[in-house]
């Protein structure tokens, strides 16, 4: 068995050299990293596993929508240059790449991937804290809960581009296991661990980059990189759209927030009032299928009297049903909320 690799101190970790060129009218960007990576296992491997996070799709989601997306271009070896196998798996959420010699554990490899990638226009109100809102109650409804996408944090709004996760990441190995599966989380998806970056990031001209890192240098070309900006695609001058003029003042950053919070609190009431309610059982009448103290969301809509429209999510009490009933005495009663009722089970109808 050949093992390669040079021996490494206990302390290092991988490390990513990344080349980013983004073409901000595009929607769209190109990259080259190398990454040198340790193996921090127990036994000699020639198998290194990346994930492609702006790939993960949902269940509902088809793969011609408009999702962010990155392919793999090519894959070399860092010391020679010479080109390494490389399959998709998971459906293309994992860069699976094989290297032409066993790595040693304590040693390392480097490894260099040339790819390019693509991110949405979303809407604004996608963004908003309403949306989310709307989202978690609506997953709460259908007892399911929200997942985080792909294009939650790959994407351009309002000017502004967001690239969370926009190059191949190497996946977290658990002693000589890799962890390969992506599944969409209620959470951060992300799922890596400590490296070194140096990235350098090239855009077009008046595109400002900030990242969490630390700014080390600043080159300014005479010219933008993208010929977007100079040229159509039939290679003729193009002509400079006049200036729009804007209908009004911009909105600031806290009239933003407080028109969203202003929506959101509306929306609020307005489900808790007619839709659907949190509730907490007062009493202990339906041991033990419920019992005292146990959290439910009560469902104000689906009762419907009489005849109602055959889009709406509405019909009849039915036997076995279980309901919540106002106390008349309480002063609940009159604002139709839920401090203070009782939860039957129906029996007869």
């Excluded at 959470?187 to 490296?195: H, L, Q, R, S, T």
């Excluded at 401090?339 to 129906?346: D, E, L, T, V």
Aim: one cysteine or more.
């Amino acid at each position: 068995m050949l093992l390669c690799g040079i021996t490494l101190n206990a302390q290092e970790r991988h490390s990513y050299k990344i080349d980013l060129k983004i073409d901000f009218d595009k929607l769209t960007y190109t990259g080259v990293e190398r990454i040198r990576w340790i193996n921090q296992g127990e036994k000699p491997t020639s198998l290194v596993y990346f994930h492609l996070y702006p790939n993960l799709k949902t269940g509902d989601q088809q793969l011609d929508s408009d999702e962010p997306r990155i392919d793999i271009l090519e894959v070399r070896a860092g010391a020679d240059d010479t080109p390494l196998f490389s399959s998709l798996d998971d459906q293309g959420t994992t860069l699976r790449i094989n290297l032409h010699e066993s790595v040693a554990p304590e040693a390392s490899t480097e490894i260099v991937i040339k790819f390019k990638g693509s991110v949405p226009e979303i809407d604004r109100d996608e963004t908003s804290l309403t949306t989310h809102v709307v989202k978690q109650v609506s997953a709460a409804l259908r007892s399911d809960r929200e997942t985080r996408r792909a294009r939650d944090i790959n994407f351009m709004c309002r000017g502004v581009m967001l690239l969370g996760a926009a190059y191949p990441v190497l996946a977290v190995r658990d002693g000589d296991d890799w962890r390969r599966k992506v599944e969409p989380s209620v959470g951060d998806f992300v799922f890596n661990e400590a490296a070194d970056y140096e990235v350098n990031v090239a855009t077009n001209a008046g595109v400002e980059v900030f990242t969490s890192g630390t700014e080390t240098e600043t080159k300014t070309e005479t010219q933008p990189f993208s010929l977007s900006r100079i040229f159509n695609r039939n290679g003729k001058s193009k002509t400079p759209e006049p200036p729009v003029k804007p209908k009004g003042p911009p909105k600031t950053v806290w009239r933003e927030y407080f028109e969203s919070a202003v929506v959101t609190v509306v929306m609020a009431l307005f489900g808790m009032t007619f839709i659907v309610q949190a509730v907490k059982v007062p009493t202990g009448s339906m041991q033990n299928t419920i019992t005292i103290g146990d959290h439910l969301l009560v469902n104000k809509f689906i009762f419907a009297p009489g005849d109602s429209a055959p889009f709406l999510p509405q019909r009849e009490i039915r036997r076995g049903d279980i309901s919540f009933i106002l106390d008349p005495e309480s002063d609940d009663f009159a604002f139709r909320q839920c401090s203070h009722c009782y939860n039957p089970r129906i029996v007869g109808v």
